[in-house]
Each structure stands twice: as C-alpha cells, then as structure tokens.
C-alpha cells in the first residue's frame, strides 16, 4: 500500500520556468509533511518542510502549497534553474512517529 | 562537521552470501534510520534505532535482515543468504533526536549489487 502517491514521475522545465510536483496521502495521522532533494550518488537533503497547521510555506524560490481537506501537498520551484535537476522526494510522517514515509520521487531537468 | 558517511560505498556479491553495511552517524545525533531505494521504488523504511534500541523494525522485508547499533553510535546492516531483489541503495540517516519534525540527514548510500 502506497501511503505517499507523488506526480509527475519526471518532469522538464525550461529555465526561469515553474516546476510543480505533487503529492496525496490518504493517512490523516500524518502531520509533519517534508520534501527531499536527491542529487545522483548522493543521499536525499531536507529542502524544506510544512505542518498541516499552515496552507503555506515559502523558502527562496521554492514554496511548499498544503490543502488539509483534499489531502494534497505540492512543491513549487520557482524561476528554476539548471542546478535544480535532480531528483524530489515529498514525505510525510505520522503524529508520534519520526519515520518518513516517502512518495516515489520525481526526476526533474531543467533545461539551459 | 562531518556527515553520515557509509561504508563500503558499492558492494557487489554473489547470491546466497551474506554481506555487512555500516554507518558511521552524525556525532551526538540519537536516532539512526535504515532506508532502502530501489530504482522506481523511492525510499523504502526498514529500521529505526533510538540509541542502542530498535522500537521500530517493521520495514525489514524479511529475517534475512537484521541490524544492530553499539554505543549510540555505529550501526550494521546485515544482509544474509542474499537474493537478486534485494540489489539496492542502502541509505542510513541520523537525526539528533527523534521527534517529528527532527531533520534526518542522509548518508551517500551504499549501492548493492547481488549477482
């Protein structure tokens, strides 16, 4: 059972472009919802992260949106850049609980 | 300061031999995570130890697996009678504590080839 389902699988964004990735959990214990960028031969880095108690969280150019209702979280780059190609993992995690839970991961090329 | 750092980096064996991962955590961080990441498969949760302790080994795919951590610190992840599917990267995170919330942060992984 796939707790965290994460769209797109990949994604190509033009430079100066939005990139949006997004995430649907069905667990409503899941309180602590963080995103993961993963460069290639390296392990995952917190890019950034939201409680369910804010609709929005905004860090630089990348901003994580949080619908509690419909159970959707989305990660949005901004003016993305060619350094931003990798690949982005969202998580979330259960009240009480550190583990993470994670949705498969979507590739993202930004193209010069 | 030093990273989680993984040892070895690649491994490659054959199949039914046992074979030993190790990570070295973050120094003063108390909680150690096992993650496995299969290609198309995302990370997939295995263990988790707070100091010395496991409470939470429900991730392990099979008995074939099991983990230890001494002194608060190291930690291995024993792998035996390996099989083809179990070909992945073996990710270990540490956090400095365990609440929600508590950034984990990852080490390179440990890229495992069963032959």
């Known amino acids: 059972q796939q707790q965290v389902k994460q769209s797109p699988q990949s994604l190509i964004v033009q430079k100066g472009g939005i990139s949006i990735i997004n995430c649907a959990y069905e667990?409503?214990?899941?309180?602590?919802f963080p995103w993961y960028q993963q460069f290639p031969g390296k392990g995952p880095a917190l890019l950034i992260a939201i409680r369910p108690d804010v609709s929005e969280k905004k860090e630089g150019r990348f901003t994580i949106s949080f619908n509690k209702s419909a159970k959707q979280f989305s990660l949005h780059i901004m003016d993305s850049q060619p350094g931003d190609s990798a690949t982005y993992f969202c998580?979330?995690?259960?009240?009480?609980?550190?583990?993470?839970?994670f949705g498969k991961g979507t590739m993202l090329l930004v193209s010069p | 300061g030093a990273g989680v750092s993984q040892s070895p980096s690649n491994k490659v064996t054959e199949k039914g031999k046992d074979v030993e991962l190790r990570c070295d955590p973050i120094?003063?961080?108390?909680?150690l995570y096992w993650y496995r990441q299969s290609l198309g498969q995302g990370l997939e949760f295995l263990i988790y130890?707070?100091?010395?302790?496991?409470?939470?080994k429900s991730g392990l795919p099979s008995d074939r697996f099991s983990a230890e951590r001494t002194g608060g610190s190291v930690s291995t992840l024993t792998i035996q009678r390996t099989q083809q599917e179990d070909s992945a990267v073996y990710l270990c995170?540490?956090?400095?504590?365990?609440?929600?919330?508590?950034?984990?942060?990852f080490g390179p992984g440990t890229r495992l080839l069963v032959l």
């Open positions: 667990n409503t214990a899941f309180d602590y």
């Open positions: 995170a540490s956090s400095l504590g365990a609440g929600v919330g508590e950034t984990q942060y």
């Open positions: 120094s003063g961080h108390t909680a």
């Open positions: 130890f707070q100091g010395n302790s496991a409470p939470d």
């Open positions: 998580a979330a995690s259960m009240r009480g609980y550190s583990t993470l839970t």
